[in-house]
């Protein structure tokens, strides 16, 4: 199998065979294929367009960013020193960019890994309430964080009192997962379901226990899930703003978020090309993170949503 | 269901775990966490004094540098660690919100207006301070700033933010015009102006200026939000929907439709770009075009040097403008109490306070009468506004003092949103009037309740 995968690849990579493959192509689908390309350009660049808007401006000088007389599409006197700006005045390479990384890592794992376990003991273990515990899952996520930022304020200040915690990473690292972990159930939970249980049980009769059956048989299949729930917790993290603000002042402890607006935003003074700057490279790792997983993103959002 | 604990192939990570196993380690686990608890013994290093403040991200930032600069020095000289954290302003009410609930954050606090009434019982009287610095420093010149609900000084008043007229003097000498000194002026110029493609700009959105520049319209044209006690709404009044028609006046021939969608930045933005030809602001479109070299387009020339300030334009009662008023208070739930005092006595000395004047570029407006003719005013014809219009500014909840229900007036944008709804014609100025009334009466009914 794998000889004729390889072989598979050799014809494909060959040039005189892609050409012979191509003249080969009946004409009403290359022109199909035309089309199809044609008709995604307006969707592209509408989807594009503030990412680069976001990219002109943040090459653009302060002067030319506030000439309104200039076109707003095209920077005409390239810079980089709203890049630079950030690096040297501010500590969004130095502290923020780390912190948000260490926090949307480590709530990501610990939402998923308490996720896993709740959604599939929600999607196949039979006790009493289980489906009542399921939509308190879901009633759970659906409160809102103003809501519970000041009771978490009294956990976070508890837990300060015997650990300092609070203005460190750790107090998002612990609170996050309370936003997280209901979300990952809840997405989890209709992907759990969608796997034949036939297939769970022929682990079982080949010895498996029940978290060994998880493990070896029924994570491999959920992977898609797993890997959109992965996504979604993660940029859910890098983009949590109240928290951020609440539990953490110190500067060095800032996450992206709250730093960018607490040094580029003062008053009525916006510091617009350092701002689009701090999108632009605050960005670009979730970006990266999505063009790896996306078919896994797609599959695992719309596999979860039929039986 | 047996299978969980007990499998032939090795449970969770491979390893053979039976379920009494299990509960034996989650026992020694769980002890181990309640007797840290038990202890609540903090670690050595989090028990060294520490004086904390915490303030809002200044619209000048040197001015930052310097008050950490001293902070720093206070904190050498008392030989105790200091730490200044900074929000940016919009988002300092949350965690005000959040130290309050949890009785728990910074010694030091920066609490504007109205917070000082409304967080009377958290924050620390400062009576005797207060006393102390208005004596050395001639005087306070904000007196109803800073008061708690029972009258005690729960805030000391730091210093304010005003809104002069900020006008392209160019634009107005191309007209013929003289500078405004009266709405009626203002709207007089503006028409020709907004003619020529460069409207006045001021907010009937959603923005702090917005809820600041209406207010001093509305007192200039004789009309009150609250009465004097600060508890009765007094808004319904012939004045006010004068007030109102002016307003929609100068939205209908002087502005366009941009200012119903403005935050606290466009009207810097629009002054910057060279679109506007007046609006009102604090010092912070003239320094932005300073600091950006923005220039008039079309030409190379620096829109900064076209810029001027006055005061604000005079109405049929006379001249009138609220402001932002900065206060900084001690929570009662502070670890360093008197060390937080002493902080205050040694930045509030006249060397500091001169310093920080200087650092904020005449940002910060002075509350003690020995800085009000400041030589950095004098220094720079851009700044001649500065010295005269604490005589005209006033703060939220004028002519009583700021309160909690004031403060929730501001917060809800009542008065912005009442002007918007009659400047585009779907609530007629009478209307509009008692609609403010009503939204108004239903949160001072609440809050006088309460506070």
Same mark, same amino acid.
């Not at chain 1, 302060?62 to 095209?74: C, K, M, R, S, V």
């Not at chain 1, 926090?103 to 929600?122: E, Q």
């Not at chain 2, 499998?7 to 390893?15: D, E, F, S, V």
């Not at chain 2, 509030?348 to 004047?357: I, M, S, T």
């Given at each position: 199998m794998n000889s004729s995968r390889t072989m598979a690849m050799d014809a494909s990579t060959d040039p005189a065979v892609n050409e012979a493959v191509r003249n080969r192509t009946p004409v009403w689908r290359r022109r199909k294929t035309t089309y199809n390309y044609l008709a995604l350009i307006p969707f592209v660049a509408f989807a594009l367009f503030p990412l680069y808007i976001i990219l002109i401006t943040s090459?653009?000088?302060?002067?030319?960013?506030?000439?309104?007389?200039?076109?707003?599409?095209?920077?005409?006197?390239?810079?980089?020193?709203?890049?630079?700006?950030l690096a040297e005045k501010t500590a969004f390479f130095e502290d923020w960019l780390i912190n948000t990384i260490i926090? &949307?890592?480590? &709530?990501?794992?610990? &939402?998923? &890994?308490?996720?896993?376990?709740?959604?599939?003991?929600?999607a196949r273990l039979k006790f009493k309430g289980v489906e009542v515990f399921g939509i308190a899952v879901f009633v759970t996520y659906l409160v809102p964080q103003p809501l519970l930022f000041i009771p978490l304020i009294d956990v976070i200040n508890f837990i300060d009192d015997i650990v300092p915690i609070r203005d460190t990473y750790w107090s998002l690292i612990i609170t996050y997962p309370t936003f997280l972990t209901p979300f990952v159930i809840w997405l989890l939970l209709g992907y759990f379901k969608t796997i034949p249980v036939e297939v769970e049980e022929c682990a079982y009769l080949d010895g498996c226990s029940r978290l060994g059956a998880l493990r070896r048989v029924v994570l491999p299949m959920a992977m898609p899930g797993i890997i959109c729930a992965v996504l979604f917790a993660f940029t859910l993290s890098w983009n949590e703003f109240l928290y951020s603000l609440v539990f953490i002042q110190a500067q060095e402890a800032k996450t992206i978020g709250v730093g960018v607006f607490t040094e580029l935003i003062r008053g009525d003074v916006y510091y617009w090309g350092s701002l689009m700057a701090a999108c632009f490279a605050g960005t670009i790792p979730i970006v990266v993170l999505y063009s790896f997983f996306m078919d896994y993103y797609v599959s695992g959002l719309t596999s979860g949503a039929i039986k | 269901m047996e299978k969980t604990t007990s499998?032939?192939?090795?449970?969770?990570?491979?390893?053979s775990r039976t379920r009494r196993e299990f509960l034996g380690t989650s026992a020694k686990v769980g002890g181990g966490i309640a007797a840290i608890l038990a202890t609540g013994q903090a670690p050595a290093y989090a028990q060294e004094r520490e004086l904390r403040m915490l303030v809002w991200s200044h619209f000048v930032p040197a001015s930052d540098e310097e008050l950490e600069r001293?902070?720093?020095?206070?904190?050498? !000289?008392?030989?105790?660690?200091?730490?200044?954290?900074?929000?940016? *302003?919009? !988002?300092?009410?949350? #965690?005000l919100a959040g130290e309050v609930q949890g009785q728990k954050g910074h010694d030091i606090v920066n609490v504007s207006n109205s917070n000082p009434h409304l967080y009377s019982d958290h924050l620390e009287d400062i009576s005797d301070i207060y006393g102390e610095i208005g004596a050395d420093g001639g005087g306070w010149t904000a007196e109803t700033m800073g008061k708690g609900r029972k009258g005690e000084q729960a805030a000391l008043p730091w210093y304010f933010i005003s809104f002069p007229l900020v006008f392209r003097k160019d634009l107005i000498a191309e007209i013929g015009e003289k500078v405004p000194d009266t709405w009626e002026d203002v709207h007089r110029v503006g028409m020709k102006l907004k003619a020529k493609g460069h409207p006045l700009g001021i907010q009937l959105a959603h923005s702090a200026d917005a809820n600041w520049i209406n207010r001093g319209i509305l007192?200039?044209?004789?009309?009150?939000?609250?009465?004097? =006690?600060?508890?009765? @709404? $007094?808004?319904?009044?012939?004045?006010?929907?004068? $007030?109102?028609?002016? #307003?929609?006046?100068?939205?209908? %021939?002087?502005?366009?439709q941009e200012v119903l969608a403005w935050d606290d930045r466009n009207n810097n933005v629009c002054m910057i770009s060279g679109k506007c030809s007046m609006i009102l602001n604090p010092i912070s479109a003239y320094r932005a075009a300073v600091r950006e070299n923005a220039l008039i387009p079309g030409t190379q020339n620096l829109i900064a040097e076209q810029i001027e300030h006055v005061i604000p334009p005079k109405g049929p009662a006379g001249r009138h403008m609220c402001a932002s008023f900065v206060g900084v208070g001690i929570?009662?739930?502070?670890?360093?109490?008197?060390?937080?005092?002493?902080?205050?006595?040694? *930045?509030?000395?006249? =060397?500091? !306070?001169?310093?920080?004047?200087?650092?904020?570029?005449?940002?910060?407006?002075? #509350?003690? +009468?020995?800085?009000? =003719?400041?030589?950095?005013?004098?220094?720079d014809p851009k700044y001649a506004f500065a010295t005269e219009i604490g005589k005209y500014t006033?703060?939220?909840?004028?002519?009583? @003092?700021?309160? +909690?229900?004031? !403060?929730?007036?501001?917060?809800?944008?009542?008065?912005? %949103?009442?002007?918007?709804?009659?400047?585009? %014609?779907?609530?007629?100025?009478e209307d509009a009037v008692a609609k403010l009334e009503k939204q108004m009466k239903r949160v001072y009914k609440r809050l006088n309740r309460k506070y």
């Open positions: 090459i653009k000088s302060d002067q030319e960013i506030a000439n309104l007389g200039q076109t707003p599409f095209w920077a005409t006197g390239m810079t980089v020193d709203n890049y630079v700006y926090v &949307s890592v480590a &709530s990501t794992v610990i &939402s998923v &890994s308490i996720g896993i376990l709740a959604a599939y003991a929600l | 499998t032939p192939k090795g449970g969770l990570l491979g390893q001293q902070f720093k020095e206070f904190g050498k !000289q008392a030989g105790v660690s200091v730490r200044m954290d900074r929000v940016a *302003h919009l !988002q300092l009410p949350a #965690v007192w200039s044209h004789g009309a009150k939000l609250v009465a004097e =006690d600060s508890r009765t @709404v $007094a808004v319904n009044t012939p004045e006010t929907v004068e $007030a109102f028609k002016f #307003v929609r006046a100068l939205y209908k %021939d002087c502005m366009e929570w009662k739930f502070a670890k360093e109490k008197e060390l937080a005092k002493e902080f205050l006595k040694y *930045h509030f000395q006249k =060397d500091n !306070q001169n310093r920080l004047l200087v650092a904020s570029k005449g940002y910060n407006q002075p #509350v003690l +009468a020995q800085f009000a =003719d400041h030589p950095l005013y004098s220094s006033h703060s939220l909840g004028w002519p009583g @003092v700021p309160t +909690a229900a004031a !403060q929730t007036v501001y917060d809800q944008y009542l008065l912005p %949103d009442t002007l918007a709804e009659c400047a585009t %014609d779907r609530l007629s100025p």
